[in-house]
């Protein structure tokens, strides 16, 4: 897509949405593991499993690894 649309779409400015277009073409794997972590986090707090600051500290440290 072009970086005027993600820009768009991701309520960025258009150099900031260039370098994300970047980094995910080099790095998919990492933007699915990130993307994963967040799901984790989202599902465990909706559903009720984990509390919400437990979710919050582990997406933490998943995303800092």
Do not use: N, W, Y
Request: glycine share 8%.
């Amino acid at each position: 897509e072009a970086p005027a649309e993600v820009a768009k779409g991701l309520g960025i400015p258009s150099f900031k949405a260039e370098a994300f277009i970047a980094r995910c073409r080099r790095s998919p794997t990492e933007l699915l593991d990130r993307h994963a972590a967040f799901l984790e986090a989202e599902m465990g707090v909706k559903g009720g499993s984990v509390p919400a600051r437990t979710a919050l500290q582990r997406l933490v440290v998943a995303l800092a690894a």
